[in-house]
């Protein structure tokens, strides 16, 4: 069984969300499992020169896009048992950034033409090419409509993985013909046409043999008008090949027990207690472990709830708490946070930026993980949250409804605690709870950062659902 991973990003090489953890982890637990596994990527201008110096130049050859050839250079870098491949243009991916730029629909057009014309120079001709994000989307589309009959790529099967819904990298139905060689037949309601326009994510759900998304939960929502971001009506159509399968996280380099970024690497509460210590005088706030830390590690978008947050923010602080946010995003949102900030200056850390081990740091240190998304297709914060012992305080949506376990004061079960409706204080009552339980409780509260801690959400279940898709679609060629 060879597969090869088509994505936009993968860790250690260029991240810029939970795609790239995804990425990064998933392929080798496959290796694992005794799949030959190969990813295939952009080569942009941020990739670290140290990667670029072990690669290995293969071929140069043209790629269509639309009316018009560009060159694609292919290198291998052979990396932890898998090879990457890397697909190189200097005028498409020389730029620092991955994504938001004007010509990003001409850039993955040619991206996931070039994926294919680049398969005859792969160690491996794969069995099934698993795509993600909308950055992918057109590689089923453009194999079925350019390449069905060439003997090469007779029998390949696609998947197509949703990670956000919300980004479908929609463009003007011009791109048909001018970056895609594709006809009018290709813009209908089944196929690429979306409210007038293409989008290259819908390709991905219309012409993959399987579609799957981060979450059995998300699944669900998405085929709803308010998850749905406009497709839901076309995802019920395609209920039946949909499935849900959470993510999962890399133990390895998310273990307390071995993090060499942290102050202390732990295993008990005690453990914890003194890299809580070492958070508190890294940033500069009153040491006191009896001051129960409040974070968040998260892009600032509205996505993530931060209206919420902004909404009762005097309230959360007022509860005597310290808060703690790691991040950048919307300007309106930085801004609050930096006031946030001013008036509380002992209770608030506002650190806008990203800092992997400043990250890990506030992992380690923080009694509660605060997630109140509007939407939350997996989530991947809420998982190392819980590998840390920090308990994670969601809005029960998406992976974080399959994945937190709101605490049952009666039973003793949960590994956090949870709120249903997109409603500040909804919110707000849930961290008093927390708050109460953390103050007045301090066994029970023991009882459950050790039971989080005992959790496994590593990639191992996960795998094997993914497995059972692959060995599906085999069987039916």
């Known amino acids: ?65 639309g009316w018009r050839n560009q060159f694609c250079g292919i290198e ?25 730029f004007e010509d990003d629909g001409e850039r ?14 792969v160690e491996e001709s794969p069995d099934i090419i698993h795509c993600h994000d909308w950055q992918t989307g057109l590689i089923p589309v453009l194999l079925k409509a350019h390449y069905n009959n060439h003997p090469l790529y007779e029998g390949i099967k696609t998947v197509f993985t949703i990670h956000n819904l919300r980004y479908q990298g929609v463009y003007p139905k011009s791109v048909l013909s001018d970056l895609l060689n594709l006809s009018d037949l290709y813009f209908h309601m089944d196929a690429l046409e979306f409210y007038g326009n293409v989008s290259y994510l819908k390709g991905g759900l219309a012409f993959a043999d399987c579609v799957t998304t981060v979450s059995a939960t998300y699944a669900s ?89 902004r909404h009762v923010f005097h309230e959360i602080i007022g509860l005597k708490v310290q808060f703690i946010l790691l991040g950048t995003g919307d300007s309106q949102y930085e801004e609050s946070f930096r006031y946030f900030a001013d008036c509380y200056p002992d209770n608030v850390s506002v650190n806008l930026y990203f800092d992997e081990a400043l990250a890990q740091k506030i992992y380690a240190g923080s009694d509660l993980f605060l997630m109140p998304s509007q939407f939350e297709p997996c989530g991947i914060g809420q998982l190392i949250a819980l590998r840390y012992g920090t308990l994670p305080l969601v809005r029960e949506t998406g992976g974080l409804k399959d994945t937190v376990s709101p605490y049952n004061e009666f039973t003793g079960e949960g590994n956090g605690f949870s709120f249903a409706n997109y409603n500040a204080y909804e919110m707000l009552y849930t961290i008093e709870r927390a708050v109460g339980l953390y103050r007045s409780q301090p066994d029970i509260w023991g009882t459950l950062v050790k039971h989080a801690m005992e959790l496994d959400f590593s990639w191992t279940s996960s795998c094997q659902q993914y497995l059972e898709i692959y060995k599906d679609l085999l069987s039916r060629r």
Not at 48 to 53: D, L, Y
Not at 78 to 100: A, M, T
Not at 108 to 121: G, K
Request: include cysteine; charged fraction near 25%; hydrophobic fraction near 35%.
């Open 108 to 121: 993955f057009a040619f991206f996931s033409r070039a994926v294919l014309e680049a398969l005859p120079y």
């Open 221 to 309: 929502e998405i085929q709803t008008p308010y998850y749905g971001e406009g497709l839901d009506g076309f995802l019920r159509k395609k209920g039946s090949k949909l499935r849900g399968i959470v993510n999962g996280i890399d133990n390895e380099s998310n273990d307390p027990k071995r993090d060499e970024l942290i102050h202390l690497p732990y295993d008990d509460q005690k453990g914890k207690a003194i890299n809580k210590k070492d958070l508190q005088e890294t940033l500069v706030l009153p040491v006191d472990a009896n001051i129960p830390i409040i974070s968040m590690v998260t892009r600032l978008v509205d996505q993530k709830g931060i209206d919420l947050i």
């Open 1 to 65: 069984m060879n597969i090869l991973f088509a994505a936009s990003e993968c860790v250690p090489f260029i991240k810029t969300g939970g795609l790239g953890d995804v990425i990064g982890a998933l392929p080798h637990s496959l290796h694992e499992e005794g799949v030959n596994v190969s990813v295939i990527l952009p080569k942009y201008g941020d990739l670290p020169s140290h990667f670029q110096e072990q690669m290995e130049w293969i071929k140069s050859i043209e790629v269509p896009v």
């Open 76 to 100: 291998k870098l052979h990396y932890q048992g898998i090879n990457i491949y890397f697909l190189d243009n200097e005028y498409y991916f020389k730029r620092h950034g991955s994504y938001g």
